[in-house]
């Protein structure tokens, strides 16, 4: 049976009950508690409710919204709720029909609004709690990206960053308290960042301008291997990119990545889409500190590293829609318990070198069938004064759908 709304969220921006609609007015003033962050009870006041600032953690406020289930209770956010807001997550606890949502407009779609930029045409991107390395793999030539900052020392960071990464020439727009008396933009180029006394409430714009050597993630698989830093445990480009296309990434799917090396397939992986995710395992700590450098170098911040030795750091993980082991393969049980616990439709796709694991993925292809074939590239080196073809081991690798 559905009930009545009895929730009812409702974003408030700089310029506090001024610029609530009169239903959401309304809703504040019938409400019997109100709950949100300190700056939000400050901007909707006066409040005739009981009223809580959100707990730390965040999570412990949920319980006791839904403790005030069926009576009228409202939910202070900034802007759109259900824009990186605390909308999505409570629409998980409770039905949509006990909802009702107010929302105001976006930091993102203000700040297209200010800078006249098109917000289908630009990458919107939060910070907020979140790594700043996450913004690599939109940093392309001439990209307009929109960015909800964590605090004050976002923007000089991003600064910072696109320096280093041959992007100094950007110009960076920081607006701050948007549609409120104390609203700011000011602009700055990267290499000569100089805004200081931030307000902590501030949404950063990019245009990047990227150098002829600037490191751009390109968007195909198959990065330089000179992008990796490895001990000589990494899965070289070319084959890399024929190991991609066998994995077949779709959006938002979980890869575990056996024999994790220098991280390079789960690296890519997470880049073929913002929602992928990775679970690494390696046994060896250093190989996982330098696997954890490189994701974070590329901007792959998806990819979760376990230290552990197959199959026993399988345990307890969740499902994945895809498995590669590019090493361990031949570890008793390795390929038992990924198996068992991929997906059905999942795609596993094992690279041997060695010829006891391609014994093993011989007797495997019989049991189970899939693809099989043998990967082998050279490259041109010099030799001498003069130039030749370098073999690289050749590579089997067997690729097999679950049924």
Same mark, same amino acid.
């Given at each position: 049976?559905?009930?009545? /709304?009895?929730?009812?969220?409702?974003?408030?921006?700089?310029?506090?009950r001024a610029g609530l609609s009169p239903?959401?007015?309304?809703? @504040?003033?019938?409400?019997?508690?109100?709950? #949100?962050?300190?700056?939000?009870?400050? $901007?909707?006041?006066?409040?005739?409710?009981?009223?809580?600032? =959100?707990?730390? !953690?965040?999570?412990?406020?949920?319980?006791?919204?839904?403790?005030?289930? #069926?009576?009228?209770? &409202?939910?202070?956010?900034?802007?759109?709720?259900?824009?990186?807001? +605390?909308?999505?997550?409570?629409?998980?606890?409770?039905?949509?029909?006990?909802?009702?949502?107010?929302?105001?407009?976006?930091?993102?779609?203000?700040?297209?609004?200010?800078?006249?930029?098109?917000?289908?045409?630009?990458? &919107?991107?939060?910070?907020?709690?979140?790594?700043?390395?996450?913004?690599?793999?939109?940093?392309?030539?001439?990209?307009?990206? @929109? *960015?909800?900052?964590?605090?004050?020392?976002? /923007?000089?960071?991003?600064?910072?960053?696109?320096?280093?990464?041959?992007?100094?020439?950007?110009?960076?727009?920081? $607006?701050?308290? %948007?549609?409120?008396?104390?609203?700011? *933009?000011?602009?700055? *180029?990267?290499?000569?960042?100089?805004?200081?006394?931030?307000?902590?409430?501030?949404?950063?714009?990019?245009?990047?301008?990227?150098?002829?050597?600037?490191?751009?993630?390109?968007?195909?698989?198959?990065?330089?291997?000179?992008?990796?830093?490895?001990?000589?445990?990494?899965?070289?480009?070319?084959?890399?990119?024929?190991?991609?296309?066998?994995?077949?990434?779709?959006?938002?799917?979980?890869?575990?990545?056996?024999?994790?090396?220098?991280?390079?397939?789960?690296?890519? =992986? &997470?880049?073929?889409?913002?929602?992928?995710?990775?679970?690494?395992?390696?046994?060896?700590?250093?190989?996982?500190?330098?696997?954890?450098?490189?994701?974070?170098?590329?901007?792959?911040?998806?990819?979760?590293?376990r230290i552990g030795q197959a199959p026993?750091?399988?345990?307890?993980? /969740?499902?994945?829609?895809?498995?590669?082991?590019? #090493?361990?393969?031949?570890? !008793?049980?390795?390929?038992?318990?990924?198996?068992?616990?991929?997906?059905?439709?999942?795609?596993?796709? +094992?690279?041997?070198?060695?010829?006891?694991?391609?014994?093993?993925?011989?007797?495997?292809?019989?049991?189970?069938?899939?693809?099989?074939?043998r990967l082998a590239f050279s490259r041109?080196?010099?030799?001498?004064? %003069?130039?030749?073809?370098?073999?690289? %081991?050749?590579?089997?690798?067997?690729?097999?759908?679950?049924?």
């Amino acid at each position: 049976m559905t009930k009545a /709304p009895w929730l009812t969220i409702i974003g408030i921006g700089e310029n506090g009950r001024a610029g609530l609609s009169p239903a959401a007015q309304d809703a @504040l003033d019938r409400a019997e508690f109100v709950i #949100g962050g300190a700056r939000h009870l400050e $901007l909707a006041a006066p409040l005739r409710a009981d009223t809580q600032t =959100w707990p730390s !953690p965040f999570a412990e406020g949920y319980p006791v919204i839904l403790a005030r289930r #069926g009576q009228p209770t &409202c939910v202070l956010a900034t802007g759109n709720p259900f824009h990186y807001g +605390v909308g999505a997550e409570l629409a998980r606890l409770v039905p949509a029909d006990e909802i009702i949502c107010h929302p105001q407009p976006s930091a993102f779609s203000l700040a297209a609004a200010r800078l006249g930029w098109s917000l289908p045409d630009c990458e &919107c991107v939060s910070l907020h709690g979140r790594a700043l390395e996450r913004i690599i793999p939109d940093l392309q030539p001439g990209a307009r990206i @929109l *960015i909800l900052s964590w605090d004050g020392s976002t /923007p000089g960071k991003l600064a910072e960053l696109l320096e280093a990464r041959g992007m100094g020439a950007s110009t960076i727009s920081v $607006l701050e308290a %948007m549609g409120g008396p104390r609203e700011r *933009i000011r602009h700055a *180029i990267a290499d000569t960042f100089n805004i200081a006394d931030l307000d902590p409430l501030n949404t950063v714009a990019i245009e990047v301008a990227a150098s002829r050597d600037a490191r751009v993630v390109p968007l195909t698989p198959g990065l330089p291997d000179s992008w990796f830093e490895n001990d000589g445990q990494l899965t070289k480009a070319e084959i890399r990119a024929l190991t991609l296309a066998a994995l077949a990434p779709k959006a938002g799917e979980l890869l575990w990545d056996i024999g994790l090396g220098a991280g390079s397939v789960g690296i890519e =992986w &997470c880049l073929r889409h913002p929602r992928n995710r990775c679970i690494g395992v390696e046994e060896r700590p250093e190989r996982a500190e330098r696997a954890r450098r490189n994701a974070l170098e590329l901007g792959a911040t998806a990819l979760d590293i376990r230290i552990g030795q197959a199959p026993e750091a399988l345990a307890d993980l /969740p499902a994945p829609d895809a498995v590669f082991i590019g #090493g361990g393969a031949s570890q !008793p049980g390795v390929f038992d318990v990924a198996w068992a616990a991929l997906k059905p439709g999942g795609r596993l796709v +094992v690279n041997a070198v060695t010829l006891e694991t391609e014994t093993l993925l011989g007797a495997l292809y019989a049991q189970h069938g899939g693809a099989m074939r043998r990967l082998a590239f050279s490259r041109l080196e010099a030799v001498g004064g %003069m130039h030749g073809w370098r073999a690289a %081991m050749p590579v089997m690798q067997w690729v097999v759908v679950k049924p």
